[in-house]
């Protein structure tokens, strides 16, 4: 149990600081990130929601990263991730084609299936963390597991980022004429 702690520690941690970096760098990524939320949830003040939403991921960055935050970064980050999946299938049910600036400006792809399935992984990641959390991990790793575990973690984070990248590849090609 340790071993996949320590892997989806890795995983959710650096998916959320790379999050959390895409959407600060720069006024237009906040501006887009702002823009995105505005158009999921048009009854909230997207300003302030999109701050909340920075804040609350930084925060899950932190309490994933002390030991004795563990546990509770780990219900937040579901928590969080839920409410995302909620935000995204009830933009794809009704046909919307907002900009998936999950990551920051870098993706103009549209909230859509794939973006779906990527928060179902990021969720069983997370979830496995918080059981593994709450079964206290389970154990000593050596070295080679640590490094292991955080490798396939930090993977598993990659192909979380490549998401659009990796939907496109099997979008059928658009015949001209």
């Known amino acids: 149990m340790a071993h996949v702690l320590i892997s989806c520690r890795a995983f959710i941690t650096l998916v959320f600081v790379l999050s959390v970096a895409g959407k600060v760098k720069g006024r237009q990524a906040f501006r887009g990130f702002t823009d995105s939320v505005r158009a999921l949830a048009p009854r909230l003040p997207a300003g302030p929601a999109a701050v909340s939403v920075i804040a609350t991921e930084a925060l899950i960055v932190v309490l994933l990263a002390l030991p004795m935050t563990l546990l509770a970064g780990f ?3 579901t928590g ?3 409410a995302f999946s909620v ?3 009830a933009s794809v049910r009704r046909g919307e084609q907002v900009a998936c600036r999950c990551f920051g400006a870098a993706s103009t792809a549209p909230l859509g299936p794939a973006h779906l399935i990527r928060n179902a992984f ?3 990641g997370s979830l496995a963390g918080l059981l593994c959390a709450l079964t206290a991990g389970g154990g000593a790793v050596g070295i080679a597991g640590v490094a ?3 490798v396939f973690g930090t993977a598993a ?3 979380t980022l490549l ?3 990796i939907s496109r590849l099997f979008r059928p090609l658009r015949q001209e004429g």
């Open 163 to 165: 998401t659009d990248d």
């Open 87 to 89: 935000a995204i299938g």
């Open 122 to 124: 990021l969720l069983a």
């Open 157 to 159: 984070a990659g192909v």
């Open 75 to 77: 219900v937040l980050a």
């Open 80 to 82: 969080l991730l839920s």
């Open 148 to 150: 292991t575990s955080f």
